[in-house]
């Protein structure tokens, strides 16, 4: 079975960095789309990254020019966020999500596109 696994949640203070990872495992092909949602208490998941084979990249304005999502070169089922200048706000459970070979939707990061879900990472932020 395909099954999404985050790493590296935890806690800092604010204005801080973390670097959240994705290994997606039982996956075969070397295209796949993959991306990041989040979901404080209380509110909806919303998504905030979204990377496509071969790189193109999509961001939620939430976090545009602070996180910036990746993919291992060598190793496409292996995904990174990187989180910089962490506010508060930016905590809650994040997930990693995969859709086979190409991202769809176009411009947006919607559930619906996605059917291989994580179980999340907690991130807290302390003012």
């Known amino acids: 079975a395909v099954q999404p696994m985050e790493s590296g949640g935890g806690s800092v203070q604010a204005g801080g960095s973390l670097t959240l990872s994705c290994e997606v495992s039982?996956?075969?092909?070397?295209?796949?789309?993959m991306a990041w949602f989040r979901q404080a208490p209380g509110m909806q998941r919303e998504g905030i990254a979204r990377?496509?084979?071969?790189?193109?990249?999509?961001y939620a304005d939430s976090v545009k020019g602070r996180f910036t999502i990746s993919k291992d070169l060598t190793k496409p089922t292996l995904g990174y966020l990187q989180m910089n200048d962490l506010k508060p706000e930016d905590s809650g459970t994040y997930y990693c999500?995969?859709?086979?070979?190409?991202?769809?939707?176009?411009?947006?990061?919607?559930?619906?596109?996605?059917?291989?879900w994580g179980k999340g990472t907690p991130v807290t932020i302390s003012s």
């Open positions: 999500a995969a859709e086979a070979l190409y991202c769809t939707g176009g411009s947006s990061i919607s559930e619906a596109r996605f059917v291989y």
């Open positions: 039982g996956y075969t092909a070397s295209q796949i789309c």
């Open positions: 990377i496509d084979h071969g790189g193109p990249t999509v």
